[in-house]
């Protein structure tokens, strides 16, 4: 089946710098990929989505200038968080649309296994 | 409305008993409706999914049962066990390019012993 790879799985960062997360597609090619935002037992929060070779479209309220999206391959997107404070603190997740082998259609999605992001 | 509402919030079962997670959708283009498991400090992970051209399916020990004329789907988990304790999300799209999956609230079982 489908799978993303998602690096790191856990980050910790002092408040300023900039972390980068990787989502890789390892057996097809993805060419969207959704980035996530999700705090503690709360749902997850759709914050972009990436099509490949073109600009991400953000969602209302998230800082496009914060929350930095590549997708300069079918196979990778990373999501950049510059200038981190605490507040970005939060679990990231990327996700890409996969497509059916029967056509006709049918398509899902499959999820990367998630970024804890830690801003001291 | 890109609504999707999930209820209970929590859940508590023996082992052994039937967990039954709702949702309700406002959107009647929606066209794919599926259900993640997440276990904490992972990514969600398919469990099951339906498109409103059927009103069941079944997968092993999961059930999405789909009222296409209510909007609402929901999962039943027969013979519930320890191993199924995680938050379950109910979530729906529309078919396209821009396609984008809208959550429900997300419901945590707690399955005892």
């Known amino acids: 089946g489908a799978v993303v790879s998602q690096h790191p799985s856990w980050v910790i960062c002092k408040s300023g710098t900039s972390v980068k997360i990787e989502c890789r597609s390892l057996?097809?090619?993805?060419?969207?990929m959704f980035w996530y935002r999700q705090f503690p037992k709360q749902s997850l929060m759709l914050m972009a989505t990436?099509?490949?070779?073109?600009?991400?479209?953000?969602e209302q309220g998230v800082e496009k200038d914060k929350f930095l999206i590549n997708h300069a391959s079918l196979t990778l997107s990373t999501l950049t968080v510059t200038s981190a404070h605490p507040e970005d603190s939060s679990f990231y997740i990327c996700?890409?649309?996969?497509f059916g082998r029967g056509g006709g259609g049918s398509y899902g999605y499959t999820f990367g296994s998630g970024t804890r992001l830690t801003v001291v | 409305q890109q609504q999707v509402k999930q209820s209970p919030q929590s859940l508590i079962v023996q082992k052994g008993g039937i967990s039954i997670i709702n949702c309700a959708y406002e959107?009647?283009?929606?066209?794919?409706f599926p259900w993640y498991q997440q276990f904490p400090g992972k990514g969600p992970a398919l469990l099951i999914a339906?498109?409103?051209?059927?009103s069941e399916k079944k997968e092993g020990r999961f059930t999405i049962s789909f009222n296409k004329s209510a909007k609402q789907f929901s999962l039943h988990i027969m013979d519930s066990q320890p191993g199924d304790s995680a938050t379950y999300f109910c979530?729906?799209?529309?078919?396209?390019?821009?396609?984008?999956?809208?959550f429900g609230t997300g419901t945590r079982l707690q399955v005892t012993l």
């Open positions: 996700s890409a649309r996969t």
């Open positions: 057996d097809f090619q993805a060419t969207t």
């Open positions: 990436s099509n490949e070779g073109s600009k991400a479209t953000y």
């Open positions: 959107n009647t283009a929606f066209d794919y």
């Open positions: 339906i498109r409103p051209d059927v």
């Open positions: 979530a729906a799209s529309i078919f396209g390019t821009a396609s984008k999956l809208t």
